[in-house]
């Protein structure tokens, strides 16, 4: 055994024990084969590593009992709103099954908003649901799509679910769609944007809260410009609400070769 060990560890290897009982010493036979196998079967398995243990263990390690995940989309409204009241109210009752969990922004314009989300998987799921499955009329939404969509995020950037409301001067209720790289660099300016609104309200008193978000554009930089969100919507490049669910929460279908070819191959007979 000692001499076996040694044999394995003068060319750097490491071998558990009952390897080392198996190699080096007398093949036995029968059952004591047979008990030896899976005694080493059973020693490898347990050092090994599975995603579920990493992904437990950096849980742990971070303090972290939930898994939490960022969806920002952008949604055109069906007409302009002099202010965010039936906006508010509406993604309000989306996701009052999930208020305690749910942080973000919702920030609108009068033809266009922009809303970031912050809550597990299963929450941000069940809430694009309710929001891609509403009638027009009480969503208020024309055309919405996903920009951006992150999964266990490292924390989050809001406290609790905050809306604003940015009166903009401009009469553009349509724009012309980003394509290609112009989508991309985009998203990604708006998915800073708005953290970084999050980190300008981290720590603020809710006074204060109100007070920068209805002047957003005094205390944060590079406030995206409703032409902005409005080019985003149509962008074909990004999905669809609708789209997005399809993706991430329909079921996956298994095509088989035997069912993309005719006439259909004969049973395999046993």
Known sequence: GNSGREAFESLGLWIPDVYVRG???????????????????????????????????????????TIYSRIIYVARLNRREHS???????????????????SGLLLAYPSVFVHVLEASTTALLEIISTIASAPAEESKIAEARVISSTEDIPSRCFNQWHTAFLNSSSSADKADAYSGAAVVKTAVDISGFMRSVGS??????????????????????????????????????????????EIFDGPINVDFDSERVWPMPMPLQF
């Open 23 to 65: 190699i080096c010493q007398p093949k036995p036979s029968g059952a004591s084969t047979m008990a030896m196998t899976e005694e080493g079967q059973a020693a490898f398995a347990a050092q090994r590593e599975n995603l579920l243990d990493i992904v437990l263990d950096k849980l742990q390690k971070a303090n972290k009992t």
């Open 84 to 102: 965010i009241d039936a906006i508010q109210e509406f993604h309000r009752k989306a996701i009052e099954k999930h208020m305690g969990e749910v």
């Open 200 to 245: 300008e309200l981290e720590g603020q008193t809710e006074p204060e809260v109100r007070r920068r978000l209805e002047s957003l554009d005094a205390y944060v930089q590079s406030v995206p410009a409703p032409e902005v969100l409005l080019s985003m919507v149509p962008a074909e490049d990004a999905p669809t609400l609708k789209e997005f669910l």
